[in-house]
């Protein structure tokens, strides 16, 4: 047992491990998490011994070996952050982990370890992220809960990242019809923004997931609903835009959910009224919809889920 570490803690060895690799300065932690999930990924990481053959690669190997001296010190200072999530009612998973989600687990951009308010279950495998902007007009709201109230009753989990707006309107419906929701959140698990969706948010852990990809406390920043966008893309089996504009975050996951081979949905009037949508629409995997039922066509079991992930990870794994 590495210094400092509580036994009783509720973190593995190898979980701590993981996490201090990603307290190492200017470490990709996408890269990590790829690596980690490898055969004995863990433990050649540890040695600075990695897979991919790339300059970053090259680059993350040198960083590694170069901070191996103040391993056990990093480890002690991750332990008091996964204490911090675990005073929040979270627990940690990793790509270590059998609990991590399969969907998210086979994109590029993957995170190395979750902070989970709540359950992830089998069933989240068939899953839709419904998002859009905060400022979203009437149509806009009512669009939103119309989508997600329809998947929900189908039993399709409702993905959306917690903000005002559109992501309000979607995560509420879908809660209001007794279906499971997750929030993937641009926040440390212990913070809730915006300040306004604290109720919103502990409805959602009572029966669905509150998801963070950053360290506990870790504040709103401007490169996190970014990267929350791309976890969000990656734990759905697709996305919606209900409404957005062209700088948008939800448009930018349109685009990221099309690079991890994800179906992408446009609502016909969304696509008639925006140019990037339009021209979107005429992307492979993206698709014009006028309701939930032409979503719903286009999913899969989480069977089916299952059986494709197992295939694509034993040949990523070759690679």
Known sequence: ??????????????????????????????????EAQRPDGLERLLKGQLSEVTQQANTAAALLRDASATHD??????????????????????????????????????PPFLFVRGSLTE?????????GTRRASPRGLRTAAEF??????????????LARGIDTAAHS???????????????????????????LSDRIAASGAVVSQFWPSAPP???????????????????????????????MQARVALEHGKKVFLPRNLAEQNEWAASYARRRGARV?????DVMHELVGPAAVRDDD??????????
């Open 310 to 319: 197992v295939r694509r990870l034993q040949l990523s794994l070759l690679d």
């Open 123 to 131: 069933e989240d495998l068939r899953s839709v992220a419904v998002v």
């Open 221 to 251: 920043a401007s490169y996190t609903f970014p990267r929350r966008n791309v976890t969000m893309s990656g734990i759905a089996q697709g996305t919606v835009v209900i409404e957005a504009s062209s700088t948008s975050g939800a448009k």
């Open 73 to 110: 010190e990093r480890v002690a200072d991750v332990h008091a952050e996964v204490a911090r999530g675990v005073d929040a009612g979270a627990r940690l998973v990793t790509v270590l982990d059998e609990g991590y989600p399969r969907t998210l687990r086979l994109i590029f951009n993957l």
């Open 289 to 293: 919809v006028d309701d939930a039922g």
């Open 173 to 199: 419906a879908a809660l209001d019809g007794g279906g499971r929701t997750l929030a993937v959140v641009g926040t440390g698990i212990t913070r809730c923004y915006p300040a306004e969706n604290a109720e």
């Open 1 to 34: 047992m590495r210094p400092g570490v509580d036994t009783k803690m509720p973190a593995t060895v190898e979980q701590l491990e993981l996490l201090a690799l990603c307290r190492i300065k200017g470490l990709d932690w996408h890269l990590v998490a790829r």
């Open 148 to 161: 997600a109230r329809t998947l929900s009753d189908a039993g399709v989990t409702v993905v959306s990242g």
